[in-house]
T-cell receptor, first 116, second 113 residues
Framework: GAVVSQHPSWVICKSGTSVKIECRSL??????MFWYRQFPKQSLMLMAT?????????EQGVEKDKFLINHASLTLSTLTVTSAHPEDSSFYIC????????????FGPGTRLTVT | LAKTTQPISMDSYEGQEVNITCSHN???????ITWYQQFPSQGPRFIIQ???TKVTNEVASLFIPADRKSSTLSLPRVSLSDTAVYYC??????????????FGSGTRLQVQP
């Protein structure tokens, strides 16, 4: 099956610094990837849609200047959390779809971000 | 996308069959029903998808009545490793697969020995 990886799996950073999270589709090309955020005991919340070769589409309430998304190739999307604060501590998950007739999406293993 | 309602939590014992029901009263004609499983600190994993009647795979069965306003995920003979959160999602099935998924609250299943 299609595999999506994320790197790093966990990261601890100091308040005010920036952190980059990578999402890769390992055995398929993904023109569109999605970034979700999940707080403890809560459901996944869509942050943005990452489109290869164009600007990302952000959900309402998500600051595009704080959460920078780059989708420079068909297998890689990156999310950079700029000037991180403790409230940005969360579980960040990406997903990608195989371009078939299914709405099945493949999710990465997630990245645990802790901002101290 | 149609809103879904699921029980917040369920408890079961090893070896039992578990049925998780999801309500989606506003499901549209083109909508499919998809279930995902999520373990702690992992990304969700696709379990099963269906449109009507019954769908079965090696992991679970999905029962969808004729009016499609609800669906039931059936897990046969659960084990401790089935302890997870199960999400029911409803949405159309675009050809390009470029539609983001809207997750509801999910059902937290706890399997006891």
């Amino acid at each position: 099956g299609a595999v999506v990886s994320q790197h790093p799996s966990w990261v601890i950073c100091k308040s005010g610094t920036s952190v980059k999270i990578e999402c890769r589709s390992l055995d398929f090309q993904a023109t569109t990837m999605f970034w979700y955020r999940q707080f403890p005991k809560q459901s996944l919340m869509l942050m943005a849609t990452s489109n290869e070769g164009s600007k990302a589409t952000y959900e309402q309430g998500v600051e595009k200047d704080k959460f920078l998304i780059n989708h420079a190739s068909l297998t890689l999307s990156t999310l950079t959390v700029t000037s991180a604060h403790p409230e940005d501590s969360s579980f960040y998950i990406c997903s990608a779809s195989v371009s078939s007739g299914s709405n099945e999406q493949y999710f990465g293993p997630g990245t645990r971000l802790t901002v101290t | 996308l149609a809103k879904t309602t699921q029980p917040i939590s369920m408890d079961s014992y090893e070896g039992q069959e578990v049925n998780i029901t999801c309500s989606h009263n506003n499901i549209a004609t083109n909508d499919y029903i998809t279930w995902y499983q999520q373990f702690p600190s992992q990304g969700p994993r696709f379990i099963i998808q269906g449109y009507k009647t019954k769908v079965t795979n090696e992991v679970a069965s999905l029962f969808i009545p004729a009016d499609r306003k609800s669906s039931t995920l059936s897990l046969p003979r659960v084990s401790l490793s089935d302890t997870a959160v199960y999400y029911c999602l409803v949405g159309d099935r675009p050809k390009t697969g470029r539609r983001a998924l809207t997750f509801g609250s999910g059902t937290r299943l706890q399997v006891q020995p």
